[in-house]
């Protein structure tokens, strides 16, 4: 006959939460970050090239924002026909559609904060 031994719950909670030891991998626990002290500038493209890339970004940007604007308002018309109409199910959706497309303006205006804010938290 066979012998079972059994472990109470805190025994085996202890052992689960044990932490385990760390190992040092073989031939290269001392290598360092080759990117340590390494950020990232335009500057070395040239002045011309820095301003030109903003202009671009900048007219991208305004595009995206235009673009946002008119699927927006599109959206409010979708949602006035279906008021109009006395339909529910695309009155729903309308109303789904205007605030999908109004987080995605808002994300756009807001583009520089999000942005800054990841590096801020990132860096």
Known sequence: MKSFVVATAGQMWSRALEAPTPTT?????NVKNPLDGVTPDLGILGAAFGSTWVRVFGALWALFIAAAAVYLGAAFLNMAQAKKLG???MMSESTSDVKIRAAALGGLVGLPVIVGAIITVIG
């Open 87 to 89: 339909n529910a199910h």
């Open 25 to 29: 991998p073989a031939g290269g626990g």
